[in-house]
């Protein structure tokens, strides 16, 4: 059996390869600020992930975001979100609900884990917010989605600092690098790293620890 490899094919695995050693995939910060800075690290923090249905021309959902995973991605969190702190002394729990047009309040009161009569702990509310999809002429797909994390005190009056990241994830001939394990991990390592910056976590040299994977996507963080 004879395989011919063409030009188009042989260009389709150099972009990427590319794409995955160069950085051009994974979660990059894009902003972020501190509003009020708490008097000492904060050690426990409840997360939720606001699920947007984002969609494309027509007012229809994109077949590329089903294909990197999106649709998973608050499944994804609730087993990546508790591993992920917990490796990095941070206790946790974590929620999702969909948004319809839910401003900061009607995001906490959605979730009413997020105060207790003994605690209450900062709630991070994570969301992708929107994005872009570009295809070039290889059939190459690169999928940018802009997230905005934000972080309010436990009585939910004040926002404690706010941070925006982009996710840039790839579909090509030769597979994707979308939401995967791998990807879920790095994004919120890079979540960390930067509250840490912040000096709103403290963390060992402003660097958090994740899972090691095998196999899967290698996305790379900045």
Known sequence: MRIRITKSF????????VALLSGCVGTNTLYSNVFIKP???????KVLYLENKMVGKGNTPSSDLATIGYNDLPELLKERVPLVF???????????VEKRNFGQQEAIEAAKWTT???SKPPLLVIQVVNGTIATANNGN???QLNMHANLFE????ARLWTGQFRNT???SLLGRIGFDNAFADSMLKT??????????????DNKAVIPLQEGGNTPQDT
Do not use: H, W
């Not at 260009?11 to 390869?17: G, S």
């Open 154 to 157: 436990g009585s939910a009056n």
């Open 116 to 118: 207790s009569v003994n």
């Open 141 to 143: 797909t690169t999928i």
């Open 191 to 204: 979540i960390l790293e930067q509250m840490a910056k912040d000096g709103i976590i403290k963390l060992p």
């Open 86 to 96: 917990g490796m990095n002394n941070l206790r946790t729990s974590y929620a999702t």
């Open 169 to 171: 994830l790839y579909i």
């Open 10 to 17: 042989a260009t389709a695995c150099l972009v990427f390869i």
């Open 39 to 45: 008097s000492q690290p904060i050690t426990e923090i």
